[in-house]
């Protein structure tokens, strides 16, 4: 069995790595940042070590998630489980070098385009999973497809974070409705409040909440407990494209179960990459 994991350098993603490496043949480690990578790898056994790649990517930049993917297919041939786990908030309206938001293209964007290129390795395993995780704030979206990148409306921090977050759900179940014939499984997911990095360094009220609600915050290891749930078990095929929470199914917004909106979010997602596609 073979794992692909972004973010897997802090939080959630770094203990969900560690407590999955040992129930997988081949692991790669889809990271941004080389040395801190290292230092984790370096935690497991011997024989752990030398089933992890590290592949460098930044997911903001797309061309960089493009390499990533095609450095994975030289590597190997098929994919059993990928977690897009990777992901943020952020403070001030940012712009990547290819144009859109940062938030969208952090938490979005990439997840949608190496998804899209492993999508070959996916679909030659037994049983592939995708799973997303995303958050309950996608409860507090307020889309406006005609305008993703913030061009003409005043950038929120918290709303453009709740939009990206309604879209991990949106994409899971359009991943689990065009490839669920074929085999694919694509789960997302909400970990808990969890004390990680995120949102450190937010201020404005989302900060200001975030900072009160630290000392009722669960550990990363207990929010990684339904990413590795959901990497280590057989999900009733009744239940693919679910949304979980605390490793059980849960109702999402009506917006994440809006057929309109996953489709729409489908064709603006393949508009805004094309070049990349
Ligand atoms: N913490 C919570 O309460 C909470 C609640 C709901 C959902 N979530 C979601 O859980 C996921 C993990 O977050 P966390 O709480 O574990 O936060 P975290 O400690 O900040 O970890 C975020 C991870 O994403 C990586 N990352 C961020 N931007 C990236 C980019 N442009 N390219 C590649 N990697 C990038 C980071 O890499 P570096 O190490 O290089 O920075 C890090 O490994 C996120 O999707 C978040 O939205 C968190």
Redesign the pocket.
Known sequence: MKLAI????????AVAFSKLTPHFKEVFMI???EA?AKKLIETLTIQDQKKVKFIY????DMESVVAAAKIIKEKTSNLDVLIN????IFQNKEITKDGFEMSLA??HL?HFLLTHHLMPLLLTSGSPKVIN?S?E?HRAAKVDFNDLNYKQKKFSSFTSYANV?LFNILFIKSLAEKFGEKGLNAFSL?????K???GKETAGIFGFFWKLAAPF?IT?AD?AKTTIYLAKTKIDSLKNGYYFKKSKPVKPSTEANSEKMRDRLWLESEALLKHWL
């Open positions: 972004t973010g897997p350098t802090s939080g959630i993603g990271a941004r940042n801190k990517c930044d997911l903001t786990n990777a992901g943020g952090a938490n990439g995780v958050s704030a977050k909400h970990p808990g409040v969890v990680t990095n995120f915050m990363a929010g």
